[in-house]
């Protein structure tokens, strides 16, 4: 079993839809949560990161995190076609920044105008 | 967060051959990482280097075939040494610390005929 799942979709939705992307993991070493975006030929890119369960808001984009479920979301908002990329979640143990991140395999996202 | 650039952004090798990939950050950081990301799979972390010592490769991974240099606080370069067309895949490193998480570069994509 992977350390950490998520579904590589595509998934494909149109322009205003609110989207849901999610990752569940199976090490309980796990504290820090990372979403990161990725363009085609381009290297990841932080959108945001959270530690502890509960939600967090940065604009259009919500980050959840159910530790007791050991499962992670991220809503976007009002999409827009240059939301389409591949959204990668990933995971570090206690020892922030200093760590390796574990990473889900990504789901590629199509906004449709 | 820091900028890290990568050379060369790509290349295509020969069977049997080596590459050297460098990655320089606009700041001084403590960790650097190299990751692969092989085509429809997550990043893998390859080897954490620190500065002033030797690097910590990840299992499957072997300094023989990755060696890692880190001469400085703002440089590294990781080699691909004995090229086979299996290692063939996009190489990045990233940079992280204790106040921070990991931010990435924008990847050095390796063909390998």
Excluded: H
Excluded at chain 2, 37 to 42: I, N
Excluded at chain 2, 90 to 98: A, F, K, T
């Amino acid at each position: 079993q992977k350390e950490v799942e998520q579904d590589p979709g595509p998934l494909s939705v149109p322009e205003g839809a609110i989207v849901s992307l999610n990752c569940t993991y199976s090490n309980s070493a796990f504290q820090y949560f990372m979403w990161y975006r990725q363009y085609s030929r381009k290297g990841p890119e932080l959108l945001m990161y959270t530690y502890s369960s509960g939600n967090k808001e940065d604009g259009r984009f919500t980050a959840q995190v159910d530790k007791s479920s050991k499962y992670i979301s991220l809503f976007i908002r009002d999409s827009q076609p240059s939301d389409s990329a591949t959204y990668l979640c990933a995971m570090m143990g206690s020892n922030f920044g200093n760590e390796k991140l574990t990473f889900g395999t990504g789901t590629r996202l199509t906004i449709i105008p | 967060s820091a900028v890290i650039s990568q050379k060369p952004s790509r290349d295509i090798c020969q069977r049997g051959t080596s590459l050297t990939i460098q990655c320089q950050v606009d700041s001084q950081v403590t960790m650097m990482f190299w990751y692969r990301q092989q085509p429809g799979q997550s990043l893998t972390l390859i080897a954490t280097a620190n500065q002033g010592s030797e690097a910590t490769y990840e299992s499957g991974f072997v300094i023989d075939k990755f060696p890692i240099s880190r001469p400085n606080l703002t440089f590294s370069t990781l080699t691909v040494s004995n090229m086979s067309p299996e290692d063939s895949s996009i190489y990045l490193c990233s940079v992280g610390g204790r106040t921070d998480t990991q931010y990435f570069g924008p990847g050095t994509r390796l063909t390998v005929l």
